[in-house]
């Protein structure tokens, strides 16, 4: 039965003229939903989430989702961290990002267990927990997606998860050993996650690289870089950085090629930004070759999912290593947040975003107060 309707809604949807194909898409996901509700008995939930409805536009819509089911619990959010290198490419139609839509932003969130589906165990109504949930009041979520947060942590720290998890992929990846000379080129949110967890794992020198000083302020803290250097200033040189390791986070053509001309012969270039531009004049190989160095790719897409090895830990692994570092007050990243919008503010927050978003590091939009 539901899949004859779908099938049915997909021949309406290609039928219909291309404008007209967003609405159809959110008739055809409320139908859905409440179909499968209706054959499974699973309670049909109404929430707020933020929809993206084409290029440029965001708008903070009603939608309706199922109680949990089999090894789900449903959640309210209180919290929720934009991922701004990600957003933004859908949002501007960037390349290599998506292009369908109606489109749901949104994978990082901290907020509270309000109802247990069946064969959960591990989790209890009133747990706070974060994970990989999008930009929503709420939603019902798998167990394997989400963890409990320990006392001590704040909710808007947690809510960083996802985000820490792709920084600690890169981290791990670049195999960084006491006193190590690290260069972190791209200071977004997660190149400044970056310099704070290089540091915390033994860098005897983090150096911060972006094309302004924008972001110089929260970079520079305590336990973050320990210079930062502007790449488009007239006197600046690559090779004269002379890393041992460079983190790539920013995830175009050029900046890849400029984290290798920062390393030092024999180095090792990590590639922690998503891909988002295009180039056929680049000749990587032939790069990495004159020089004697080692790239490593550090895509979170990457990570094993159950069964760990040297180098290389599994998702839940590191999600419970970025709470605990966060517990041991061993990584802070309350001073990174320098925006904290309303949901109902989203439209003027993906503005900002489609424009560059310079003067901001952290967006956290606060979900407590919005009901459905």
Known sequence: MGQAFNKVLGRLYKWMPAAARPFLKSVFLQSQIRLIGLLTGRSVRRGKRIAFLDFDIAYLEEFEYLGPGRDEVEVVSRHSTVSPGTERAVLCGLPGARRSFPYFPGYSFAGQVVKIGPGVKQFRIGDRVAGR????????????????????????????????????????KAGIKPGDRVAILGQGLIGQLANRLAKAVGAGAVIALAPSRNRAATALVPGGADSFIATSAREFEPHSIGADIVIEAVGTPDAIVLAANCARAGGRVVLLGSSRGLSRDVDLARLMRARGMEMVGAHISNMPTSTASPGRFTYRQEGELFLDLLRMGRLSVDNLVTWRPTPQECNTVYEVLAKGGRDHVAIVFDWRGVHA
């Open 133 to 172: 949930v999008k930009h929503a009041s709420g939603d019902s979520v798998s167990t394997d997606l989400i963890f409990r947060i320990a006392d001590g942590v704040g909710d808007e720290a947690a809510s960083f998860i996802e985000l820490g998890i792709i920084a600690l992929q890169g981290i791990r």
